[in-house]
């Protein structure tokens, strides 16, 4: 006991104890190294009463739909079958203007998260286990829940992650932020981003220490007639990632250089 809870606070000049150690780190969790030290003293156990459901048994003995699928169940579900789900959800009688308001609001958040490609996550994803570019595509969704404006949002590289072809639905959600009346400050290499860009600025002219400099500030349209810019010379075709520089010579082609 003496070990784990001490004898009173640092402040007191007392031994303070593992757990009041912990408590301290804890409040340092925003930086990374903490955070990694913490998941080795750390670990994730089922919880033997509600299974990982996270609610009291009670809650868990309500039912909805045809299905009749508990809270938990539904929290399973993929976001896509989710939205599938409510969307077809018919309460009856029950329904009143607070209920239809809330699945307004439920099939909105849904809707949103399929939008942005992320139809294939749970409800009860913990969000440890999640990608920095997950990240930033739910809170996009929190944003257009909200109805912000007024609001400068930045963003890097929101497109981590993201399968090629659920790219043009990111670039209408942060096309729907703008025409609110909000600003989008993007980081970004994906060329269906930088192409749908009101302005872009290019830096450079290498990658890391050999950048620092600004190439171009403009529209696609200048961008794509500057000589200088290396983003330039991939978003006219004259150069390739390595990937599709490596298919094209197994063609018998022959990239631009």
Same mark, same amino acid.
């Given at each position: 006991?003496?070990?784990? &809870? ?13 757990? =009041?150690?912990? %408590? ?11 955070? $990694? ?20 048994? &009670? ?11 508990? *809270?938990?169940? @539904? ?20 329904? %009143? ?8 609001? *439920? !099939? ?5 998260? @399929?939008?942005?490609?992320? &139809?294939?996550?749970?409800?009860? =994803? ?23 404006? !007024?609001?400068?949002?930045?963003? %890097?590289?929101?497109? *981590? ?20 009346? !909000?600003?989008?400050?993007? $980081? ?7 192409? +749908?860009?009101?302005?872009? *600025? ?11 400099? @600004? ?25 390739? @990632? ?6 094209? &010579? +197994? ?7």
């Amino acid at each position: 006991a003496w070990v784990m &809870e001490g004898e009173g606070s640092w402040d007191d000049g007392q031994w303070y104890g593992i757990r =009041r150690f912990f %408590d301290w780190l804890e409040g340092r969790s925003y930086r990374m190294h903490i955070r $990694v030290l913490l998941s080795r003293y750390r670990s994730y156990r089922e919880c033997p009463t509600c299974h990982g459901a996270r609610l009291k048994s &009670e809650a868990l003995l309500w039912k909805l739909g045809r299905e009749r699928l508990s *809270i938990h169940d @539904v929290m399973l579900l993929p976001i896509g079958a989710c939205a599938r789900y409510f969307a077809g959800l018919e309460l009856g009688d029950s329904l %009143d203007e607070a209920t239809e308001l809330l699945l307004g609001e *439920i !099939n909105s958040r849904l809707r949103y998260l @399929v939008e942005v490609g992320l &139809e294939y996550l749970t409800l009860d =994803r913990q969000s440890r286990t999640l990608s920095g570019g997950e990240v930033q595509r739910i809170n996009l969704t929190t944003a257009l829940g909200t109805s912000l404006v !007024n609001t400068l949002f930045v963003l %890097d590289e929101p497109s *981590i992650g993201l399968h090629p072809r659920d790219i043009n639905r990111l670039v209408g959600v942060l096309e729907r932020l703008k025409e609110a009346g !909000n600003t989008l400050l993007v $980081v970004e290499h994906d060329p269906e981003v930088i192409n +749908a860009a009101d302005s872009i *600025i290019d830096m450079g002219p290498g990658a890391g220490a050999h950048g620092g400099e @600004v190439i171009y500030s403009g529209d696609r349209g200048g961008l794509l007639a500057s000589g200088r810019s290396l983003t330039a010379k991939y978003l006219r075709g004259e150069k390739l @990632v390595a990937a599709a520089e490596r298919r094209t &010579e +197994a063609t018998g082609a022959h990239a631009a250089d």
